[in-house]
C-alpha cells in the first residue's frame, strides 16, 4: 500500500531555514507528481509546491523565490528546502500523492502524518 512519511519539521527562527523530506512507498515513484501541502490553525489546508517526474516545478504564489522542491526518484524521496521563512509559514506541512497533475490545488489519495513547522522568536 502507498505510504508517505515526513520529517524534518521543528522550531526556526524568522529567517531561518529547514528542509522537509518525504519518504514514499507503494507506488512507482518517478511515474508521478508529488506535492508538499501545509495547515495553519484555523485555516484551510493548501498547496506549497508541486513537482513532476522530470523535474518540472509549481509553486504557491506566498512561497515562490524562498522554498524550492526537489526529488530523488532512485531513493523515491521528495524534499522542500524552506529559507527565508516568516512566522506566517507557520503550519503542519504535508507530504501528498502521488497524482498525475501539477497545477491546481487539488490533492491526490494519499497524505503524510505531517510535521510541524513553527517559525517563531
Known amino acids: 500500500q502507498v505510504q508517505l512519511v515526513e520529517s524534518g519539521g521543528g522550531l526556526v527562527q524568522p529567517g531561518g531555514s529547514l528542509r522537509l523530506s518525504c519518504l514514499s512507498s507503494g507506488f512507482t515513484f518517478s511515474h508521478y507528481v508529488m506535492s508538499w501541502y501545509r495547515q495553519a490553525p484555523g485555516k484551510e489546508r493548501e498547496l506549497v509546491a508541486a513537482?513532476?517526474?522530470?523535474?518540472?516545478?509549481n509553486y504557491a504564489d506566498s512561497v515562490k523565490g524562498r522554498f524550492a522542491i526537489s526529488r530523488d526518484n532512485d531513493n523515491n524521496m521528495m524534499f522542500l528546502q524552506m529559507d527565508r521563512l516568516k512566522s506566517e509559514d507557520t503550519a503542519v506541512y504535508y507530504c501528498?500523492?502521488?497524482?498525475?497533475?501539477?497545477?491546481?490545488?487539488?490533492?491526490?489519495?494519499?497524505w503524510g502524518q505531517g510535521t510541524q513547522v513553527i517559525v517563531s522568536l
Open positions: 501528498n500523492g502521488p497524482k498525475t497533475w501539477l497545477y491546481g490545488n487539488a490533492a491526490g489519495d494519499y
Open positions: 513537482i513532476t517526474g522530470s523535474g518540472v516545478t
